[in-house]
């Protein structure tokens, strides 16, 4: 029975306990402070796009807006199509006209790209599973992303060196 007393009066005592716990700080010690977030220190998307330097031979975007984009110091306005450091007008206008016809030219690139980053605008969009089918068939992966993003894919794929394609819509396409 001297146990189970002990217990009880332990028990009572554990909500003073607890409550003297959080309301004084330990002395000697200094108190904890919350750590930094790692995400913004870390993120590889804001070192790349502190990089104001570049080769002069490789693309990178700079900017964009609603309608186009800016790439070495030059405004595109409109869809583009980057393969192998060319850029190229790019006939889709809205998400819903990119087809594999309008990616056709893929059929006679070498060598393929490792990778197409599709940039559908302003929101990311669903891609259907016949354009799917023909990206993979050429032997390509696929990143369907906004095209904020995947401005910023292109820049890091690129600077890496590594053999990326970009399908872009201007930001302002919402649809």
């Known amino acids: 029975m001297a146990a189970a007393a002990r217990g009880q009066k332990a028990l009572g005592a554990l909500p003073r306990l607890v409550k003297s716990l959080r309301s004084e ?3 000697g010690r200094a108190r904890l402070r919350p750590l930094p977030s790692l995400r913004r220190t870390f993120s590889l ?3 790349i796009n502190l990089i104001d330097s570049f080769p002069e031979d490789q693309l990178r975007f700079q900017s964009y807006d609603d309608t186009g984009f800016n790439i070495n110091n030059v405004k ?8 192998e450091n060319k850029i190229m007008t790019w006939a889709p206008k809205t998400f ?3 087809t594999a016809e309008s990616l056709s030219i893929f059929k006679v690139v070498h060598p393929i790209p490792e990778i197409l980053i599709l940039g559908c605008g302003r929101h990311i969009q669903p891609v259907s599973p016949e354009l799917r089918k ?5 032997g390509m992966k696929l990143e369907s992303v906004d ?3 995947a401005s910023s894919t292109y820049n890091i794929l690129n600077e890496e060196g ?4 970009a399908a872009v819509l201007p930001y302002g ?3």
């Not at 595109?76 to 393969?83: C, D, K, P, T």
């Not at 023909?134 to 050429?138: C, T």
């Not at 590594?162 to 394609?165: E, G, I, L, M």
């Open 45 to 47: 998307y804001d070192q």
């Open 76 to 83: 595109y306005e409109g869809s583009l199509l980057i393969v």
């Open 25 to 27: 700080p330990v002395s």
């Open 173 to 175: 396409v919402t649809c």
């Open 134 to 138: 023909f990206i993979r068939s050429i």
């Open 96 to 98: 819903s006209e990119i």
């Open 147 to 149: 095209s904020r993003n």
């Open 162 to 165: 590594r053999p990326v394609a």
